[in-house]
């Protein structure tokens, strides 16, 4: 990340690219947050407190960890708005990897 806070301005546009055609107004964030509050509860939080961060960072107030956990946030409501998985970040970084069905793994 080699400009964090721009980082988290263009991870708020896409988030709310994808909401834009998963049908969800975009204009407002508290109508934004009561659209997801419906099916998607679980990152609903994520969202506010990246949104948060988001607001701050426009006004160079943040450090680089809290930008940080403003990108985790936004890819907890990407994955989920995407229907991915629901693991956080770094209990996917830790599962082993599976292979699709009838795949052979390397040879020895």
Do not use: C, W
């Not at 998985?85 to 082993?96: G, I, N, S, Y």
């Amino acid at each position: 990340m080699n400009e964090p806070s721009p980082a988290v301005s263009e991870a708020d546009l896409l988030v709310r690219a994808v909401m834009a055609k998963r049908g969800y107004i975009t204009e407002d964030f508290a109508q934004q947050a009561s659209d997801l509050s419906l099916r998607h509860s679980r990152t609903l939080e994520h969202y506010r407190q990246a949104h948060e961060i988001s607001g701050r960072a426009a006004g160079s107030r943040v450090s680089i960890q809290e930008l940080r956990q403003a990108m985790t946030h936004y890819h907890a409501l990407f994955d989920d708005l995407l229907g991915g998985d629901q693991r956080p970040l770094r209990a996917r970084a830790r599962a082993p990897r599976t292979r699709p069905h009838g795949t052979a793994g390397p040879r020895r």
